[in-house]
Structure formats: structure tokens, C-alpha cells
Nanobody
């Protein structure tokens, strides 16, 4: 069992930066690939970024490539999402998730989810 808790969300102006964190419980964090997803009002949840269990491979949605960076610190059981040059369309609830079946952009392959953290980008 893995419990995930996101933090770092808030209100930021367009063009600014924000760093989200996802703290995981348990001693098996390094066994899981991790991902970030987001859900904007009235829209379906969508993939943002994913990172392999060792942190050597990363994947991004086209909409955030070059602006967002996913990373992890296995010693701290924590995953991060550095968000730079944010845009109003980045406004959403951001969720972290853990996958036991490898690095993936597909929701159904994630076993554990956090409760989400709100990010609001003002224009």
C-alpha cells in the first residue's frame, strides 16, 4: 500500500513558476514509476508527465514539454513537478500517481493516487 500526498499548489501569474511535491508513504517508493495528471473544470483528467522508478526516463505531454520538469528523490520518497512559464490553460487540479507496471501515460496502469492539489494560473 502506498499513500500519496500532494502539496505546493496555489495561485500563480501567467509566466511564473510553481513546484509541486508528492510525498509517498512506505518503504517501496523506489519500486514505482510515478506520474502527474491534471483535471481542469469540465474536462477529463489528462496525463502531464511520468518518470521511471530510478528516475532515468521521463515522458511529457506535448502541452507541457519544455516548460515542466518531473523529478524524484527516492531517498526522500518524494516526486516533484517543476512548472515554469505557466499559462492560464495549466489551471487544474494536479494529481500524482504511482504505477507498479512501468512508466506510462495511461491512467489505468496507475495503482495509487493522491487527493490532488489545485493550481490556478491568472492571466
Amino acid at each position: 500500500q502506498v499513500q500519496l500526498v500532494e502539496s505546493g499548489g496555489g495561485l500563480v501569474q501567467a509566466g511564473g513558476s510553481l513546484r509541486l511535491s508528492c510525498a509517498a508513504s512506505g518503504r517501496t517508493f523506489s519500486r514505482y514509476a510515478m506520474g502527474w495528471f491534471r483535471q481542469a473544470p469540465g474536462k477529463e483528467r489528462e496525463f502531464v508527465a511520468a518518470i521511471s522508478n530510478g528516475g532515468y526516463s521521463t515522458y511529457y505531454a506535448d502541452s507541457v514539454k519544455g516548460r515542466f520538469t518531473i523529478s524524484r528523490d527516492n531517498a526522500k520518497n518524494t516526486e516533484y513537478l517543476q512548472m515554469n512559464s505557466v499559462k492560464p490553460e495549466d489551471t487544474a487540479v494536479y494529481y500524482c500517481a504511482a504505477s507498479s507496471t512501468g512508466t506510462t501515460r495511461y491512467e489505468y496502469r496507475y495503482d495509487y493516487w493522491g487527493q490532488g492539489t489545485q493550481v490556478t494560473v491568472s492571466s
